[in-house]
């Protein structure tokens, strides 16, 4: 079973930048032996997927957030981040850690059907 939990939310304005972290635990459980994204969602919308990191270390991102939005991953530490420059206020929303549906294996884009496991979200707050 697979536990995640999200890190290093809270509000900045517009322009600024914030670093989230998602620690992941359980029995065999790595950040490198899951498809791992961040996905976002914000009051009164759907939850949408922001960044994903391949187990062979792709990455992919919403057209929204890329070249400001960087995921990563220390397999050491059994961490994954986001780090989130030029932040805008259509970027508030609340962030959660996903892990892929199966380990070594499963499809692995910014889809939500692609992820089985979710951690309990952490909020960000961007003031224009």
């Known amino acids: 079973q697979v536990q995640l939990v999200e890190s290093g939310g809270g509000s900045v304005p517009a322009g600024g930048s914030l670093s989230l972290s998602c620690a992941a635990s359980g029995y065999l459980v790595t950040v490198s032996s899951y498809c791992m994204g961040w996905f976002r969602q914000a009051p009164g919308k759907e939850r949408e997927g922001v960044a994903a990191i391949s187990r062979a270390g792709t990455t992919y991102y919403a057209d929204s957030v890329k070249g400001r939005f960087t995921i990563s991953r220390d397999i050491t530490k059994n961490i994954m981040y986001v780090q989130m420059d030029t932040l805008k206020p259509e970027d508030t929303a609340l962030y959660y850690c996903?892990?892929?549906?199966?380990?070594?294996?499963?499809?692995?884009?910014?889809?939500?059907?692609?992820?089985?496991?979710w951690g309990q979200g952490t909020q960000v707050t961007v003031s224009s």
């Open positions: 996903a892990a892929g549906s199966r380990p070594f294996g499963g499809r692995c884009t910014l889809q939500r059907s692609d992820f089985g496991a």
